[in-house]
């Protein structure tokens, strides 16, 4: 059974910087894509990062280009989202997913994804 956590939202105020980071557990972590994606009220959830198994191929929605960056630490089992110049907009509870299949590069759709957290409020005041 796969288990993936998100941490580090929180309240922060506009043009600042915030990091998540996203724990999966299993052996097999370095052989996931692994994306970030994010759902504000009343929104679908929508794309925000992917990033490959080694961590070479990395992809970003227009709207956070230039300003997220997506990494992962596969001896820590861990992928992460620096996001800087924070928005309003921005605002959004983050998900981490895990694709465990044998495509060569991440994907960008939420149904390409077999594993979920439970998501990590980030609020941008303005």
């Known amino acids: 059974q796969v288990q993936v956590v998100e941490s580090g939202g929180r309240l922060v105020q506009a043009g600042g910087s915030l990091r998540l980071s996203c724990a999966a557990s299993?052996?097999?972590?370095?052989?996931?894509?692994m994306g970030w994606f994010r759902q504000a009220p009343g929104n679908e959830r929508d794309f925000v990062a992917a990033?490959?198994?080694?961590?070479?191929?990395?992809y970003y929605a227009d709207s956070v280009k230039g300003r997220f960056t997506i990494s992962r630490d596969n001896a820590k089992n861990t992928v992460y989202l620096q996001m800087n110049s924070l928005k309003p907009e921005d605002t959004a509870v983050y998900y981490c997913?895990?694709?465990?299949?044998?495509?060569?590069?991440?994907?960008?759709?939420?149904?390409?994804?077999?594993?979920w957290g439970q998501g990590t409020q980030v609020t941008v005041s303005s």
């Open positions: 990033i490959s198994k080694g961590g070479v191929i990395t």
């Open positions: 299993g052996r097999t972590f370095s052989s996931w894509h």
């Open positions: 997913a895990a694709d465990p299949s044998f495509s060569a590069l991440p994907a960008r759709r939420v149904g390409d994804y077999d594993y």
